[in-house]
C-alpha cells in the first residue's frame, strides 16, 4: 500500500478516521458539464477585496475576457467562462450558509464558447522571472482552490519576506467524499508537475514534495510516474487521517517541524499549495487561460449518479444536480465541500465558485444528528484535536460567557477541524461553538476598534477646537495689544506735544 | 428539501453514543460479574438486583424533581452502571437495605446533587462505599467464603431470600475474612508474614477468584480481561491503570524488599482486594479522571500510591474507595495545571521560536 516514502515522516497528534465514501465517486473520470442557460459570476469568490466590475448590462463578452479588475494588495480579477451577453450586474444569493445577496455578474452563454484573443500564453514560461510568473498568476485570478480561496499570487510572492526551502503541494484530500483532486492527479499529472514547478520557480525554492494519502494509490502512481524526470520532485504517501490537509499539520507530518502559533508555514521556510492550484497555474502560463473553472466532485447518498465534473465557475448547483441524474432520495441536507468543514448550502440555486471543490446531497442515514447530551468528560475531544487543545473546558468556557478565558485556553489556536465534533459522544456542536466565540470575539474587536476610532476622532476634533479658540484668543490678545500700543503711541504722541507745547513758552523764555 | 433549522457541522459522525460508551462498560464488567453471582449464589443475586433497581428508581425520581426528560438520561446506562459497580463493591451477603441506601447516596448524593451526568466530582459508586463503610462498618465488613450455586454449602431460594430481606443467623456462622483484612488482622499482631498468609486464598486463587471478597472484586483475571477489552474499544485508554498498578506494585516490592516479614508483596496487592476492579472500572471513571495524558498517569500514580498508604499504614484494609476519591478531589487542580502541549506553542504557552533556519528575512 502506498508510495515507497524516500523521506521519513514525522508523527502529528489527534485526529480521526472517519469513513471516507471515496468509493461513491473516486472511479468517475473527469466530464466537462455543459453550459447552463445563465451563469451568476460573483465578485468575490476569494479572501481579500471584492472584484470592481468593468462590464455594464448589455455588453458582448468573449470567453476569458476579464470581468472585474482586483482591487487592493489581496484581491483576484474574475474572468468570463464562456462568450455571451453580460444580463446585468446585481445583488444574486452567495455560495455560502446565510444565502445573502452578493455583487454578481449575470451572463447569458451565446452557445458559441468563444475565446478572446488577449490570452496571451508563454512558450517557454520556465525563462521567465519570479515575479513575472506571480505577476500572471494574479492576473488570472488565481486563488487557493482547496476552498481557502486565499490568492495565489499573494503566497508565491512570500519568497520577499522570507528564507523558502520548500515547496509543499497538498494532495492529501483528507475530507471524506471529495475526489476531484484525486482525479485530477491521475488523469493530469504532467500538467499539474509543469504548475508546480513553475510554482517553485516563483517561490525560488528547489525542493518539491508532493503529499498523498494513502487511499488514493491510483493517484499516486500516477504522480510518481510523471515525476519521474524531477530529481527535486518526491511523491509521498501519507497515512490516511483526518486533518492531514491542514496546511500546518501536513508542513509537520513531512518535515517534523511545529508552525509557530498564530504564524505561516513560511516562518519554517514552507509554502503550501493545492492540486488544483497547480493546475490553473499551468493553464495560465502554457495556455494563457485564466481561472474561469474547475473540477467539482457531486456526490453523496442522495445523488443518482455520483460523478467529478468540470464545471464553469458561475453554474447553478441545480445544474450539476441535474447532470448526475437528479436525487434518488430526498437528501437530508446539501453541503458545499467536504463533510468535516463544508458549509449547508441554503440552495441549489447559488452559483459554483472557485473555492468549491464538492456538492454533497447527505441522506438522514449519512449525516446523522443525534440529540446533543451533557458532556461526560470522557477526553475523546482532547485525544481528537490535532492542536493540543482541551476542547471540552473551551466549550464550557464559551457556554457560560467566559470568551476571554476560552481565548486562554486557546480558541483563537483552533483550526476549525470538526474532529472534536466527530469525536464526541455527547454529541456536542463543539467546533461551533469555537466558530461563534471566534466570530463574537471579531464583533468585539471591531466595535472596540469603532469606539477607539470614535474616541480618537472626537478628542482630535476637541484638540482642534481649543486649538482654534486658542489661535483666537491668541489673534485677539495680540490684537488688543497692538491696540494697545497704537494707543500708547498716540498718547504718548499727544502727551509729548501737549507738553511741547506747554513747555515751548518757557523754553522759549529761557532760550 | 433543505432543513429550514440550521444544523451544526460536521456532517459525519463517529458511531458513538453516551449508551455505547455505557454498554461496553456494562459488558466489560459481565464476565466478573457473572463469575460472582455464580460464586456467592442467590443472596448475591437478590442483592445486586436490588441495589441496580433502587438506583434507577432514584435515577428516576431525581430525574423528575429537575424537571429534567427522564427517557433520555434513564436510557443512557449511567444510572445502571453506577449501581452495578456499587453493588460489585458490596458483602455479597449484605442485606437489602445496604444496596438501596447506597444507590441512595450513590445516584442523589453522588451525582444528581451535583446536577446529574458529568457534573459530579467524586466517582458516585466510591461516594456511595465510603459513606456506607464509615457508617455501617459491620454490615460491610461481614465476608463469606466463595459458595457457589447448586453447591452442597449453598443456601436454597428460600434460604437466600432471608439472608437479604429478613434476619439470619447463618451469616455470622461462616464468615470468612477477606485476603487483605486477614493479613491487617494478623500483622497487626506482630505476626510474620510468611505464618500470616496461611491463613489466606493463594495467589492463583485470588486470580481466579476463589476468595472470599466482595461480590464483583474476587476474580481478578476476569476483571483484567475486561478492562483489556475497555482499553482495546478505546472506551478507557491505559494510562490510568498502568500508572495505578504500576505505583502500587513498585511501592509493594520496594518496602517487602526492605522487610519481606511484615509488608505484603506486590503479587498479593495487586491481586487482592479491589485493585484490578479499581485501576479498570472505577479510577478509569470518565467524569472524575482528568482529561489530559500526563494528568491521567498522574491521577493514577497517585492512587496507587495511596491505596498502598492506605491499605499498609492506615486503619482500614483496603483503601481503593478512599484513594479514588481522594485524587479525584484533586481532578480539576489536575486539569487545571497539566494540558495538552498548545499545536504551535512551548509548555508554556508562548510561540514555538526557531533559531537555525527560516523565519522572516
Given at each position: 500500500?502506498g ?6 515522516l514525522f508523527?502529528?497528534r489527534?485526529g ?9 465517486s473516486?472511479?468517475q ?5 455543459p453550459?447552463?442557460?445563465?451563469l451568476h ?5 476569494h479572501?481579500g477585496?471584492p472584484?470592481?466590475p468593468l462590464?455594464?448590462r ?5 470567453k476569458?475576457?476579464r470581468?472585474?479588475?482586483?482591487q487592493?494588495?489581496?484581491?483576484a480579477p474574475v474572468?468570463?467562462?464562456?462568450s455571451g451577453?453580460i444580463?446585468?450586474?446585481?445583488g444574486?444569493?452567495?455560495h455560502?450558509?446565510?444565502g445573502?445577496?452578493?455583487?454578481t455578474?449575470?451572463l447569458?452563454?451565446?452557445?458559441r ?10 512558450y ?5 522571472a519570479?515575479e513575472e ?8 485570478g488565481?486563488?487557493g ?8 499570487a499573494v503566497?508565491?510572492?512570500?519568497r520577499k519576506r522570507?528564507?523558502?526551502?520548500t515547496?509543499?503541494?497538498?494532495g ?5 467524499y471529495?475526489t476531484c ?9 504532467a500538467?499539474?508537475l ?10 525560488g525554492v ?8 494513502n ?6 502512481a ?12 518526491d ?8 486533518p492531514?490537509?491542514s496546511?500546518?499539520h ?8 511545529e508552525?509557530?502559533a ?5 516562518d ?13 497555474v499551468?493553464d495560465a502560463?502554457y ?5 474561469i473553472s474547475r ?9 443518482r449518479?455520483p460523478?467529478n465534473?468540470?464545471?464553469?465557475l458561475g453554474?447553478p ?5 441535474d447532470f448526475?441524474?437528479?436525487?434518488k432520495?430526498e437528501p437530508a ?12 448550502l441554503?440552495s441549489?440555486q447559488v452559483?459554483?465558485v ?8 447527505l441522506t438522514?442515514g ?5 440529540e446533543?447530551m451533557p458532556c461526560?468528560r470522557?477526553?475523546?475531544c482532547?485525544?481528537a484535536?490535532p ?9 464550557a468556557?464559551i457556554r ?10 486557546g480558541?483563537l ?10 469525536a ?6 463543539l467546533?461551533?461553538y469555537?466558530?461563534?466565540?471566534k466570530g ?6 471591531r466595535?472596540?476598534h469603532?469606539?477607539?476610532?470614535t474616541k480618537?476622532?472626537?478628542e482630535?476634533?476637541?484638540e482642534r477646537?481649543?486649538?482654534?479658540k ?5 489673534a ?7 491696540m494697545?500700543?497704537k ?6 504722541t499727544k ?13 522759549g523764555?529761557?532760550? | 428539501m ?5 444544523v451544526?457541522?460536521?456532517?459525519t459522525?463517529?458511531r ?5 460508551t455505557?454498554?461496553?462498560?456494562l459488558?466489560a464488567?459481565?464476565?466478573a460479574?457473572l ?7 442467590w443472596?448475591?443475586i ?5 441495589t ?6 432514584f435515577?428516576a425520581g431525581?430525574?423528575?424533581l429537575?424537571?429534567k426528560?427522564?427517557?433520555p438520561?434513564l436510557l ?5 452502571l453506577t449501581?452495578w459497580?456499587?453493588a460489585?463493591?458490596l458483602?455479597?451477603?449484605?442485606p437489602?437495605?445496604?444496596?438501596v ?10 451525582k ?14 466510591m461516594v456511595?462505599?465510603v459513606a456506607?463503610?464509615?457508617?455501617f ?5 461481614l465476608?463469606h467464603?466463595?459458595?457457589?450455586l447448586f453447591?452442597?454449602?449453598a ?5 437466600s ?7 439470619s443467623d ?8 477477606t ?5 491487617k ?6 505476626v510474620?508474614l510468611?505464618t500470616a498468609?496461611?491463613?489466606?486464598g493463594s495467589?492463583?486463587q ?5 476468595a472470599s471478597?466482595?461480590?464483583?472484586e ?8 475486561g ?6 474499544k ?5 494510562h490510568?491503570p498502568l500508572?495505578m498498578l504500576?505505583?502500587?506494585a513498585?511501592?509493594?516490592?520496594i518496602f517487602?524488599?526492605?522487610?519481606p516479614?511484615s509488608y505484603?508483596?506486590?503479587?498479593t ?6 485493585a484490578?476492579l ?9 467524569v472524575?479522571?482528568?482529561v ?6 498522574l491521577?493514577g500514580a497517585g492512587v496507587?500510591l495511596?491505596?498502598?498508604?492506605i491499605?499498609?499504614?492506615?486503619g482500614?484494609?483496603?483503601g481503593?474507595?478512599?484513594a479514588?476519591?481522594?485524587m479525584?478531589?484533586c481532578t ?6 497539566l494540558k495538552?502541549?498548545i499545536y504551535?506553542?512551548d509548555r508554556?504557552?508562548?510561540p ?10
Open positions: 500500500m508510495a515507497e516514502n524516500l523521506i521519513k508523527k502529528i489527534g480521526v478516521h472517519p469513513d471516507d465514501r471515496k468509493q461513491l473516486a472511479g473520470a473527469i466530464e466537462d458539464l453550459l447552463p442557460p445563465l459570476i460573483p465578485l468575490q469568490q479572501i477585496a472584484a470592481e462590464v455594464r448589455g455588453e458582448l463578452v468573449k476569458g475576457q470581468l472585474a479588475r482586483s487592493g494588495a489581496i484581491s474572468h468570463a467562462p464562456t451577453r444580463m446585468g450586474v446585481g444574486y444569493p452567495a455560502h450558509p446565510s445573502l445577496s452578493v455583487r455578474i449575470t447569458k452563454p451565446d452557445g464558447d468563444e475565446w478572446t484573443d488577449q490570452l496571451d500564453p508563454v517557454a514560461p520556465f525563462s521567465l519570479a510568473i506571480a505577476q500572471r498568476v494574479a492576473d488570472a488565481i486563488v482552490m482547496g476552498g481557502a480561496t486565499f490568492p495565489s503566497k508565491l510572492n512570500l522570507y528564507a523558502l526551502h515547496l509543499v503541494i497538498n492529501a484530500e483528507c475530507e471524506p471529495l483532486d484525486d482525479r485530477l492527479m491521475r488523469e493530469k499529472p500538467k499539474i509543469d504548475g508546480v514547478r513553475l510554482m517553485a520557480r516563483a517561490l528547489d525542493r518539491i514534495l508532493v503529499a498523498i494519502e487511499n488514493k494509490p491510483q493517484a499516486q500516477a504522480m510518481g510516474d510523471a515525476a519521474k524526470p524531477y530529481d527535486e520532485v511523491i509521498v504517501g501519507l497515512p490516511t487521517r483526518y492531514m490537509g496546511e500546518k501536513l508542513v509537520q507530518t513531512l518535515i517534523g517541524k508552525t509557530p498564530r504564524g505561516l508555514t513560511a519554517i521556510g514552507v509554502v503550501v499549495h493545492n492540486v488544483a492550484t497547480a493546475m490553473a499551468h502560463l495556455l494563457g487561460r485564466p481561472l473540477v467539482m466532485t457531486v456526490t453523496g447518498g442522495a445523488i449518479q460523478r465534473l468540470h464545471v464553469p453554474t448547483l441545480s445544474h450539476l444536480i448526475c441524474g437528479g436525487f432520495e441536507i446539501l453541503i458545499s465541500g467536504g463533510p468535516m468543514m463544508g458549509q449547508p441554503p441549489t452559483p459554483a472557485k473555492g468549491s471543490n464538492a456538492l454533497l446531497a438522514a449519512e449525516s446523522e444528528n443525534s446533543e461526560i470522557c477526553a475523546c482532547v485525544q484535536c492542536c493540543g487543545l482541551v476542547p471540552l473546558e473551551m466549550a468556557n457560560a460567557g467566559g470568551l476571554d478565558n476560552s481565548v486562554r485556553l480558541l489556536d483552533c483550526i476549525a477541524c470538526g474532529s472534536c465534533s466527530y464526541c459522544p455527547s454529541h456536542i456542536p467546533v461551533n469555537f466558530n461563534f466565540a463574537e470575539l471579531a464583533a468585539r474587536q466595535s472596540q469603532k469606539q477607539g476610532e480618537r476622532l472626537a482630535a476634533r476637541s477646537m481649543e486649538a482654534i486658542r489661535a483666537k484668543r491668541k485677539m490678545l495680540k490684537r488688543k495689544k497692538e494697545e500700543a494707543k500708547r503711541v498716540q498718547e504718548e502727551t509729548a506735544s501737549e507738553s511741547r507745547v506747554k513747555a515751548m513758552p518757557d523754553t523764555v529761557e532760550a | 433543505i432543513e429550514e433549522q440550521p451544526a457541522g460536521p456532517y459522525h463517529a458513538t453514543s453516551i449508551g455505547r455505557m454498554g461496553l462498560v459488558l464488567l459481565l464476565p460479574t463469575y460472582g453471582l455464580y460464586l456467592f449464589g443472596p448475591a437478590f442483592l445486586f438486583g436490588t441496580i433497581l433502587a438506583a434507577l428508581i435515577e431525581s430525574l423528575r429537575a424537571g426528560r427522564v427517557r438520561f443512557d446506562g449511567s444510572a445502571l449501581g459497580l456499587l460489585m463493591t458483602p455479597p451477603w449484605a437489602w437495605w445496604i444496596g441506601v447506597g444507590a441512595f447516596l450513590a445516584i442523589v448524593i453522588g444528581q446533587v451535583f446536577g446529574g451526568i458529568g457534573q459530579n466530582l467524586f466517582n458516585p459508586a456511595a462505599r456506607l463503610l464509615i457508617s462498618p459491620l454490615e460491610m465488613t465476608f467464603a466463595p459458595v457457589p453447591s452442597a454449602q443456601p436454597g431460594f428460600l434460604d431470600l432471608a439472608i437479604t430481606f429478613g434476619q447463618q451469616l455470622d456462622a461462616v464468615s470468612s475474612a485476603t487483605l483484612d486477614h493479613l488482622t494478623e500483622l497487626g499482631r506482630g510474620a510468611e498468609s496461611g491463613g489466606v495467589l492463583s485470588l486470580t481466579l477468584g476463589e471478597g466482595s461480590l464483583g474476587t476474580s481478578a483475571l476476569l476483571l483484567l480481561l478492562g483489556l477489552f475497555l482499553i482495546h478505546r472506551i478507557i485508554t491505559w490510568i500508572a504500576g505505583s502500587l513498585l511501592l509493594a516490592t517487602h524488599l526492605i522487610d516479614q505484603v508483596g506486590p503479587l496487592h495487586l491481586l487482592s482486594g479491589a484490578i479499581g485501576a479498570f472500572f472505577i479510577a478509569t471513571d470518565l472524575t479522571s482528568p489530559s495524558i500526563r494528568g491521567q498517569l491521577f496507587g495511596l491505596v498502598y498508604a491499605r499498609t499504614w492506615a482500614y484494609p483496603e481503593v474507595a478512599f479514588v476519591m481522594l479525584n478531589a480539576p487542580l489536575i486539569d487545571h495545571y495538552p502541549r504551535g506553542r508554556k504557552g508562548e514555538l521560536t526557531y533559531a537555525d533556519e527560516g523565519g522572516e528575512v
